[in-house]
């Protein structure tokens, strides 16, 4: 990656975001620095100096900490100057990017896979699509799909710097001719091996958090998702795994479908750990975060993409002008999801649960083994859906719900192995009290009483709910 920086502004907001792709996407970097031409000439050197200065600086915490600076004038006097004007630098930058040049290990096996960046016609030729190819191979007489339009053709010629070839492999510069395609249709996109790539409407990611994107990343919010060569506008759920399992190795590039995995309001970073969590945890010690989050993306239209491409998601409705990074979070494409009706089809299988807790109180004790519960749920509830769920009281015993009682919302609970004496003592004081209450005159006896029993006897019930449960069971452990 080289990154072009105006010598007389320095890093701005948007040499910043290329930096953040860079990190993302490219292992090593060159950093040109251009219209050195437009300093003054007695301060040039020192010029040039403080600002490779401050880049290294800028570079120090990052993956392209040390890497080559340059300076250059790619073109003296701006756009306008006459083409007699000879650039700066320019042959320096070239022997920089030859010796940082470096040839990565080629595979031709696999589909085919080619980003297109250009595509023109050629009277009596055919249209020509160049770009380079991701991977596989092409050989003069294949059939190659543009899937963005469920088009297939057949490869008629092909020419790598302007020698005719007949096969090119991944790394490959090639353009290569079609018949019968209208150039106008495809200005840039992907072409594969037909039915290599899948079109899809919605996607599991595994995700980081970029670290210069402030403000929380929330579930159900929008983002600019960008995948291979289209940005489209998607929604996003947060998950993570099951508390127990925050600190498991989790295998990279695959998604386990057999596994349960919790729902989450928003990303979970240090940040976004509320201030009063951490005041809580400031004592308890480091806040537990989980190794690894997923995201289910949902896009407002399909994407053509490879599997397991890099996905990143931004806000690019941020105003430009705001000092203020605008891409939030990056990824990989694990799974995507081809049919139109995935919410039926496959979302059920992903198992994604929110963690439910409900509390009420006892009203009173009707026998040894059972008591009647009130403030749990609502008049219009239908308590029979939560018959034989287990809740636990506020003084230790373990309950099971066994029904309505009236038609207030109050329910009965099944105490299996009884009531402990303190407990039924605590709940007879209580009911006592009610009753004697009534009567409008209270003894020195009575204020006792009451100060004893001012803690009431509570229930709690927790369970789990899967969210793409169409029947939205209760799950309890």
Not at 85 to 104: C, R, T
Not at 274 to 301: M, Y
Not at 302 to 324: E, F, Q, R
Not at 403 to 426: A, C, E, N, V
Request: hydrophobic share 35%.
């Amino acid at each position: 990656m080289m990154l072009v920086i105006d010598v007389t502004k320095g890093m701005q907001t948007q040499s910043a975001e290329c930096l953040v792709i860079g990190q993302i996407a490219c292992q090593k970097m060159v950093v040109v620095l251009n219209k050195i031409d437009l300093l003054p000439e007695e301060k040039r050197q020192s010029a040039i100096e403080k600002m490779t200065k401050k880049m290294q600086k800028t570079l120090e915490n990052t993956k392209f900490s040390g890497c080559p600076i340059v300076a250059v004038a790619a073109k003296p006097g701006g756009p306008e100057a006459p083409e007699s004007e000879n650039p700066q630098g320019i042959s320096e930058l070239i022997e920089v990017l030859k010796s940082q040049a470096y040839l990565p290990s080629r595979d031709p096996s696999g589909h085919f896979l080619m980003a297109v960046d250009h595509c023109f016609s050629i009277k009596g030729q055919g249209t020509v699509m160049t770009g380079t190819i991701l991977s596989g191979s092409v050989s003069l007489g294949d059939n190659v799909e543009i899937p963005a339009l469920k088009v297939t053709k057949k490869v008629k010629s092909m020419q790598m710097f302007h020698t005719p070839v007949t096969y090119a492999m991944q790394g490959d510069r090639v353009g290569v001719c079609v018949t019968q395609f209208d150039p106008k249709l495809l200005e840039r996109g992907l072409i594969c091996t037909p039915d290599s790539l899948h079109t899809i409407h919605a996607a599991i990611i595994s995700l980081k958090k970029i670290q210069y994107f402030r403000g929380a990343l929330q579930t159900k919010a929008k983002f600019h998702i960008t995948v291979g060569h289209e940005t489209v506008m998607g929604r996003v759920m947060f998950f993570s795994p099951a508390p127990a399992n925050f600190n498991e190795q989790i295998q990279e590039n695959v998604f386990d479908f057999e596994k349960d995995y919790l729902y989450q309001e928003q990303y979970l970073s240090k940040d976004s750990v509320s201030s009063e969590e951490n005041k809580e945890n400031d004592q308890a010690g480091e806040v537990q975060l989980p190794k690894q989050q997923w995201a289910l993306l949902e896009f407002e239209k399909p994407v053509t993409c490879p599997k397991l491409c890099l996905v990143i998601g931004s806000k690019l409705d941020t105003d430009i002008h705001a000092n203020t990074c605008r891409l939030a979070f990056h990824g990989v494409l694990l799974q995507g999801m081809e049919d139109k009706n995935y919410t039926e089809t496959f979302l059920p299988k992903l198992k994604v649960y929110k963690q439910k807790h409900k509390e009420g109180q006892v009203e009173r004790v009707m026998d040894d083994y059972s008591v009647i519960g009130r403030s749990l749920f609502k008049k219009e509830t239908n308590i029979q859906i939560f018959v034989g769920l287990k809740v636990k009281l506020s003084t230790g015993e373990d309950g099971i719900i066994d029904g309505g009682f009236g038609q207030s919302g109050k329910f009965k609970i099944r105490i299996p192995d009884g009531l402990k004496p303190d407990t039924k003592m605590l709940l007879t004081a209580a009911s006592k009290k009610k009753s004697k209450g009534g009567k409008g005159d209270m003894t020195k006896e009575d204020e006792s009483s009451k100060n004893d029993s001012a803690q009431p006897v509570t229930i709690s019930l927790i369970f789990k709910r899967y969210v793409f449960d169409t029947q939205k069971k209760m799950i309890q452990s």
